[in-house]
């Protein structure tokens, strides 16, 4: 005859304010700053907890700017060894102790590594990117959340949390650590940054090249502000064509990669933006790095919906933004090319807009 065992539950923890979380989002960088606010929040209110961010080891730099007692993780890099290398991760996870992950970059991989986690001590919630339900005028005076409290809700999820969390996030903010040696561009005057670049995965989001080379020849005539052309890697062959257009000058400072200059850290990109008087661009990472960095900063929308994606930062008087007209009824629509039957709506944005607009700043004292 079979001896009968008894079933023997094991007792929950006490409750307690005590979190562990874990939070993954691999990436891009006006992402990891939209995030930043619900880490922050969750820090705020909790200010006992532990917080791991797994992402990408280039982010790094950013999470410390985020709140240097972060502890970030490497994502596992593609490789054969990748789904071995999930399950390590996982159990490194186990044994810190972690109470709570906030899947913020659902894929495939980041669910496997989510479920492997998910018990009943573990709490995981994913976060769900809220998409246009339509596209252009319709939806202009529609209410949508923005990346931020789209994040946030991920946060709230957690029934643990839900309770210990304000109804809607702190604004995101970046600090540049003290310990951090000095990088970047120093300016020897009051300097504007621009960006013309968006990277290669949205190019409609760009406005025209021969847009910027008349306001950068405006910024200089109608304003005693050096100007700072910044770019990337992938913009290495796109601002060398805005310098053929544009007519030298001293006051015009050229960031971009070449066979001289290898661009710019992330450490160096961060302290070049805070040094910065204005800083103007489409929707791009560093725009909203300097958002949440306090400084001045305007965009220029079209495609992207600026009530989803536009910066936010600690003092929303400084942050401007600049839309196609009105008349025009295709923006936004989150597409990645514009139609050839429809002409770019970041083209209708007129230079005697954004510059109208960034005097007026200037005259603020932003």
Same mark, same amino acid.
């Given at each position: #005859?079979?001896?009968?065992?008894? =079933?023997?539950? &094991?007792? /929950? ?13 691999? !990436? ?31 982010? =790094? ?20 060894? @990748?789904?071995?290398?999930? $399950?390590?991760? *996982?159990?490194?996870?186990?044994? *810190? ?5 906030? +899947?913020?970059?659902?894929? =495939? ?31 202009? +005076? ?7 409290? +789209? =994040? ?10 839900? !309770? ?10 970046? +600090?540049? /650590? ?52 910044? !770019? ?7 601002? /060398? ?18 066979? @001289? ?7 160096? $990109? @961060? &302290? ?29 929308? !079209? ?57 007026? #700043? ?5």
């Amino acid at each position: #005859m079979l001896e009968t065992i008894p =079933f023997v539950t &094991q007792n /929950p923890p006490p409750p307690s304010a005590q979190v562990t979380a874990a939070v993954i989002r691999l !990436g891009a960088l006006g992402d990891l700053v939209h995030l930043a606010a619900s880490v922050q929040t969750l820090r705020r209110v909790v200010p006992e907890s532990s917080l791991i961010w797994l992402t990408r080891s280039g982010f =790094f730099p950013l999470i410390s700017a985020i709140d240097d007692t972060i502890e970030p993780w490497r994502w596992p890099e593609k490789s054969f060894a @990748l789904y071995g290398q999930l $399950l390590t991760c *996982s159990n490194r996870l186990k044994a *810190s102790g972690v109470t709570h992950v906030i +899947n913020a970059h659902p894929s =495939f991989k980041t669910r496997c590594l989510t479920a492997s986690l998910a018990a009943r001590f573990v709490k995981t919630a994913t976060y769900r990117k809220e998409k246009l339900s339509s596209r252009g005028e319709s939806v202009r +005076n529609q209410s949508r959340r923005h990346a931020v409290e +789209n =994040f946030y809700a991920a946060f709230k999820q957690l029934p643990s949390l839900r !309770g210990l969390l304000p109804e809607k996030p702190d604004a995101p903010q970046l +600090n540049i /650590p003290a310990y951090w040696p000095q990088e970047g561009l120093e300016f020897e005057r009051p300097s504007v940054i621009l960006l013309p670049g968006v990277g290669q995965k949205r190019p409609n989001r760009a406005w025209p090249i021969s847009s910027w080379s008349t306001l950068i020849q405006s910024l200089l005539q109608e304003t005693s502000y050096d100007v700072c052309v910044l !770019g990337g890697a992938e913009e290495s062959l796109l601002l /060398p064509c805005l310098q053929e257009t544009t007519p030298a000058s001293h006051r015009i400072w050229w960031a971009i990669p070449n066979a @001289l200059f290898s661009g710019l850290s992330l450490q160096g $990109l @961060l &302290q070049t933006l805070h040094r910065a008087r204005l800083v103007i661009g489409a929707d791009t990472g560093p725009l909203h790095v300097a958002a949440a960095l306090g400084v001045p900063t305007l965009g220029l929308y !079209g495609p992207t919906d600026v009530r989803r994606t536009g910066p936010r930062g600690a003092h929303p008087e400084i942050i401007q933004a600049v839309t196609p007209p009105a008349c025009l009824n295709c923006w936004p629509c989150e597409r990645s090319v514009c139609p050839d039957s429809e002409p770019s709506c970041m083209s209708q944005i007129q230079v005697s807009q954004v510059l109208d607009l960034a005097k007026k #700043m200037f005259q603020a004292g932003c």
